[in-house]
């Protein structure tokens, strides 16, 4: 199934749009002046009219000879985080060249004065930093701030850091380490949560998948299977896969981009050290993406990466998600289930479930089974660890290979 029947917008290679009267406005501030500079921006972005809206107000090297890794910072009203953020930069143990490439995204909160403190910092011990923003009444959002972080950029590897997390001190080192010898992959590591009791399934979720199930459970309602504030890569590869989704608010550009990666062939590793504090709190922006969009955009690459090879499949919940799935498919796709398998008698007895809403004349009803009597192939829709361990022994009772018997979208 191609991508574009659902409307599924890919990441795609692109320079920078051109910059709207909006982005031309400034209200002052050393770092929020928008005007022209165009010689401190990369040629590739085109000719003066292009470069007047987003702008490196400072770049000064240190360095001389390329930058082996550039941190990239998206920054929107951090002011509470970004002194513990940057601190943790200063105190990377990593020997090589290291640069900072900062956006802000028309922070209104004192983040542009941090920035500018941690500037002199960070270059007194050699640490080059590159800043760059604008100064719009809206943000442009955490895409459109990270794609531009990395065009200013100059680094060989790129280390993506999110302005309310903090580094370990080994952190750029040890995935620096495995990104040389995996030029197409993407690297991540094991986080800590603050607090602690946050998010506790998807934390343990997060530190816990095997090498094998980093790529098959890239289907869950969790999204992409190392978290965005983790990842390390290389320029080019992160140039070969394409761009983040600038859709702004709402977008699940990380998600997006991790998808396309995949298709293009991409690795996954994860260093098995907590190499991150990983914050939670209700201002991230994660939270402004609906449930919804990640449903609608992960069934569509369930379909485009497992289902359209799969002539049959059992829909291992005879509940709400196994249904909504069901609902959810293509009409090619509905037509490949062959019976839902369930544990509960009261489902199983009934016997079949009927898809009230189909035009067909009479309308399909699909066997429920037990999950012994039913057949795999499964796309099961059963959340992990929740079932007192229940769900997962009888799983394994059958003796199924994930990524080929069966695949997860809880």
């Not at 199934?1 to 692109?14: D, I, N």
């Not at 100059?154 to 380490?177: A, H, K, N």
């Not at 199930?213 to 978290?227: A, E, K, R, Y």
Request: hydrophobic share 35%.
């Amino acid at each position: 199934m191609e991508v574009a029947e659902k409307g599924l917008r890919a990441p795609v290679s692109r320079t920078p749009p051109p910059p709207s009267e909006e982005l031309m406005k400034s209200d002052g501030g050393e770092l929020g002046q928008c005007k022209r500079a165009a010689s401190a921006v990369p040629a590739s972005w085109g000719g003066p009219e292009e470069q007047q809206s987003i702008v490196p107000v400072h770049r000064e090297s240190r360095i001389i000879g390329r930058i082996q890794v550039s941190v990239i910072l998206p920054v929107y009203n951090a002011e509470r985080w970004l002194d513990e953020c940057l601190k943790s930069l200063l105190e990377q143990d990593f020997e090589g060249s290291i640069e900072l490439s900062v956006f802000n995204d028309a922070s209104t909160d004192n983040s542009i004065n941090i920035i500018e403190k941690w500037k002199v910092l960070l270059e007194e011990v050699g640490i080059q930093v590159c800043v760059g923003g604008h100064c719009s009444p809206q943000p442009r959002g955490v895409g459109f701030a990270k794609n531009y972080a990395v065009g200013q950029s100059s680094g060989t590897y790129l280390c993506f850091l999110d302005s309310d997390d903090v580094m370990m001190p080994q952190r750029i080192r040890l995935q620096w380490e495995i990104a040389t010898r995996h030029p197409k992959s993407i690297v991540g590591c094991q986080v800590r949560r603050e607090p602690a009791d946050a998010t506790e399934r998807y934390t343990h979720w997060i530190n816990t998948l095997t090498n094998e199930q980093l790529v098959t459970q890239v289907f869950t309602s969790h999204g992409p299977t190392i978290i965005m504030p983790t990842w390390f890569c290389s320029r080019e590869w992160f140039s070969h896969v394409g761009s983040f989704d600038e859709g702004g608010k709402g977008t699940p550009e990380d998600l997006l981009y991790f998808y396309e990666h995949l298709r293009q062939g991409g690795e996954v590793f994860r260093v098995d050290q907590c190499l991150l504090l990983y914050r939670y709190h209700p201002q991230a922006a994660t939270h402004s993406v609906l449930e919804e969009t990640i449903w609608t955009h992960r069934l569509l690459f369930l379909e485009e990466r497992v289902l359209r090879h799969w002539t049959s499949f059992t829909i291992w919940n005879a509940g709400k998600q196994g249904r909504k799935l069901f609902r959810s498919l293509s009409p090619t796709n509905q037509k490949k289930v062959i019976a839902f398998c369930d544990v509960d008698k009261k489902k199983i007895t009934k016997g079949f479930y009927t898809y009230e809403e189909s035009k067909e004349n009479p309308k399909p009803r699909i066997p429920i089974l037990h999950f012994r009597d039913a057949s795999p192939p499964f796309i099961i829709c059963v959340k992990l660890d929740l079932t007192g361990g229940q769900f997962e022994e009888n799983l394994s009772q059958l003796n199924l290979k994930e990524g080929v018997d069966y695949h997860h979208f809880n």
